[in-house]
């Protein structure tokens, strides 16, 4: 790979996450390099590949422990946070990730002479949510902006992409299961955005392009109910499958019980997030503080599903030519 390095350091933290991956590459791509702040730099050589040699580097750095914090700020021209959970798993609860630790990281840049972070929140965040994920965004961007009001908080609607954890999991769960579970009969709104428009939202944030101390909310280009959603999962994947709408208090119930798996296919706290719709504000749309008005043209779900789905299919990636 041959490029010019700008000779600016960014330290990413939750580098090696779904959306962490991608916001490495398009800050590599930039020329930065890259320190990659993960809680286990042994699985995090994937992202060497993705930068030129010696551009990426992972370092270990756990948001409960502040020391670690500190030091992998340490020099850094900027600062990107993307970690986030999707549930609480033993001491990663979301009081420690999502809602101290922005804090955390933004007293660490501030330490470091920065005048601010990019700070990665969701559409939905709201201290006053009876979602603990949702309650725990809005603070993260409290913490943030309290202690650098030059923060820029990006808040995506659901990311989509190869790694995705949404359309992976039903189109996983589509091969073996007779049918599959409307939440709340499926009438949920989403704004889909794919995650390489996410991450060039962050790398023009850390080119200093974004508005200082602003909240921008970023969605797709299509705005699609759950049910929607599925039903175009099982479009690309050919495959015919009931949709069985169960009522939320239901859902919540089978939440409850499934969370206390190691790696649960539904939470009681997932579905309080379904109670609401999960799209770009009219606020955020008028002032512009969106994809469009970054200058970017949000990738449609027709556009990228096929490219990583297609595994999904009877006969896997040989299908992609045949007649649909």
Partial sequence: MSMALNGKLVTVFGASGFLGRHIVQALARRGYRVRAAVRRPDLAEHLQPLGAPGQIMPVQANLRYRWSVDRAVQ??????????ILFPSGKQSFDAVQSFGPRAIAEAARAAGLSGITHISAVGADENSASDYARSKAEGEQGALETLPGSVILRPSIVFGPEDDFFNKFASMSRIAPALPLIGGGETKFQPVYVCDVAEAVAKSVDGELT???TYELGGPEVVSFKECLELMLHVTRRKRTLLPIPFDVASALGRVMQILPKPLLTADQVELLRSDNIVSEAAAKEER????????PATLAAILPTYLDRFREHGQFDAHRAA
């Fill in 290 to 297: 969106t994809l469009e008005g970054i200058g970017i043209k």
């Fill in 212 to 214: 200082a101390g602003a």
């Fill in 75 to 84: 020099g850094a021209d900027a600062v990107v946070n993307a970690v986030g």
